[in-house]
C-alpha cells in the first residue's frame, strides 16, 4: 500500500522559512517525478514545484521561483520543499504528489499525478 506523509508545516511569519518532506512507502518511487501542490480555502488546487526521478530538473510556479526549492532523496524515498522569504499568500495546505507515469515529462496539471499525502498546513501571519 502505497503511502506519502508530509510533514513540517506550520505557523511561521512573514519573511520566515519552513521546509516540509514527504516520505513515501509501499514502493520506490526513485524512476518518477515528484511535485508539490497547494490548496487555499475556496481555490483550486495549484501546481508549486515539481523535481524529476533524478533530482536534476525542477520547475516551479512562478510567483515561487527564487524563494522555493524542491529537492529528493531516493535514498529515503523523500522529497523536500524548502520555502524562504514566505508570504502570507502561500498560506495553504501543501500537498506532495507522485506522477507514476513520468515518461521525461515535468507536469503541472494535479489529475496527471497518481499519489497523493495526506497534506500539511502552511500558514503565514503578516
Not at 514527504?22 to 481555490?43: I, L, V
Amino acid at each position: 500500500q502505497v503511502q506519502l506523509v508530509e510533514s513540517g508545516g506550520g505557523l511561521v511569519q512573514a519573511g520566515g522559512s519552513l521546509r516540509l518532506s514527504c516520505a513515501a512507502s509501499g514502493r520506490t518511487f526513485s524512476t518518477n517525478n515528484m511535485g508539490w501542490f497547494r490548496q487555499a480555502p475556496g481555490k483550486d488546487r495549484e501546481f508549486v514545484a515539481v523535481v524529476n526521478w533524478g533530482g536534476s530538473r525542477t520547475n516551479y510556479l512562478d510567483s515561487v521561483k527564487g524563494r522555493f526549492t524542491i529537492s529528493r532523496d531516493n535514498a529515503k524515498n523523500t522529497v523536500y520543499l524548502q520555502m524562504n522569504s514566505l508570504r502570507p499568500e502561500d498560506t495553504a495546505i501543501y500537498y506532495c504528489a507522485v506522477d507514476a507515469h513520468s515518461f521525461g515529462i515535468l507536469k503541472t496539471t494535479p489529475v496527471l499525478y497518481e499519489y497523493w499525502g495526506q497534506g500539511t498546513q502552511v500558514t503565514v501571519s503578516t
